[in-house]
Each structure stands twice: as C-alpha cells, then as structure tokens.
C-alpha cells in the first residue's frame, strides 16, 4: 500500500506561480512513476506531467515550458513547480504513483485556482 499526501494548492492571479507537493509514504520502494493529473469541472481527468524513479519526465503539450516536475528521494515527495499559470489551469490537481506491480494510487486532490 501507499499513501499519497498533496499540498500547495490555492488561489493565484493569472501569471502567477504555485508549487504542489505529494509525499509518499507506505510501500514506497514500489513505486516506479509519480504523476500529476487535474481534472476541471466537467472534463476528464488528464495527465499534467510524470516523473519515473530513474528521473526521466514527461509533460502534457499544455503545461510544456511552464510546468516543470522533480522528486526527492530523500523526503520521499514529488513536486510540480507551476509558473505562468493561465484561468484554464484551473482544476483539482492530484498525485498518482504507480507501483512494479501494476498497482495504481491516488491522493486526496487540492484545488487550484487560477482567477483574478
């Protein structure tokens, strides 16, 4: 099992920054890929940007330039560094590990908002 804890998310003026946080923790040694999905109202949730345990990384066309993600192993947490944020980026933002044995989690979400 894993648990997946998010924070940093808030209210921030178009343009602006916000940097989100997943902490793992539980069978974390399982984990090969950590991810960051949102999911605005009426949409389907989409990927945002992943990172692997080897470090390699991959971005939504949306976010590219403006996203960027990164871990640290030694605290057991990943992060997405958000700049030049725009209103559509608007969504609940949440974290998922996938683990070698197919297992997939999810935390509880944290809400960006994007607005003037």
């Known amino acids: 099992q894993v648990q997946l804890v998010e924070s940093g998310g808030g209210l921030v003026q178009p343009g602006g920054s916000l940097r989100l946080s997943c902490t793992a923790s539980?069978?974390?040694?399982?984990?090969?890929?950590t991810g960051w999905y949102r999911q605005a109202p009426g949409k389907q949730r989409e990927l945002v940007a992943d990172?692997?345990?080897?470090?390699?990384?991959n971005y939504a066309d949306s976010v590219k330039g403006r996203f960027t993600i990164s871990r640290d192993n030694a605290k057991n947490a990943v992060y997405v560094q958000m700049n030049s944020l725009k209103p559509e980026d608007t969504a609940v933002y949440y974290c998922?590990?996938?683990?070698?044995?197919?297992?997939?989690?999810w935390g509880q979400g944290t809400q960006v908002t994007v607005s003037s």
């Open positions: 998922n590990a996938r683990t070698r044995l197919f297992e997939a989690y």
């Open positions: 539980g069978s974390i040694f399982s984990i090969i890929r």
């Open positions: 990172i692997t345990s080897g470090g390699n990384t």
